[in-house]
């Protein structure tokens, strides 16, 4: 991997230069940046090692949603989150997605009952 400035030195056009690969930036310890193989997909990633031992990773968002600060910040909070209470990300994320179904779910069948009564 090519020498590249110190995380915080990197500027936007330093992140969209970097070639495909994972590259450690934003100076958050398992912060990634995720180039694909064609060169266009840049996303940030978090690695971390769960409460087993397993070795995970989860997606944080795009290059072009989330700036390097933006996906810093992130990675700081759940890595603040997983050593306070333990949390795995993937976990709540997935956690997450099934309460926001159970909703939906719900207020779907409400409206459903609204519209036959």
């Known amino acids: 991997m090519p020498a590249y400035k110190p995380a915080m030195a990197l500027t936007e ?5 970097m070639p495909t690969g994972n590259h450690r930036v934003g100076g958050v310890v398992g912060l ?4 694909n193989k064609t060169g266009l997909g840049r996303s ?3 690695r971390y090692t ?7 990773e989860v997606g944080l968002g795009s290059l072009r949603d989330l700036s390097m ?3 810093s910040e ?3 909070r ?9 949390t795995d990300p993937i976990e709540a994320k997935r956690i997450k997605a099934a309460r926001d179904a159970a909703r939906l779910k719900a207020a779907r069948a409400d409206a459903q ?3 036959s009564a």
Request: hydrophobic letters at 45%; glycine letters at 6%.
């Open 69 to 71: 600060a933006q996906a």
């Open 78 to 86: 759940a890595r603040r989150k997983m050593a306070m209470d333990s």
């Open 44 to 46: 940030w990633t978090l």
């Open 74 to 76: 992130m990675a700081r």
């Open 113 to 115: 009952m609204g519209a």
């Open 32 to 35: 990634t940046l995720q180039v």
């Open 13 to 17: 056009k330093d992140l969209y230069a």
């Open 50 to 56: 769960d409460a087993s031992g397993k070795r995970r």
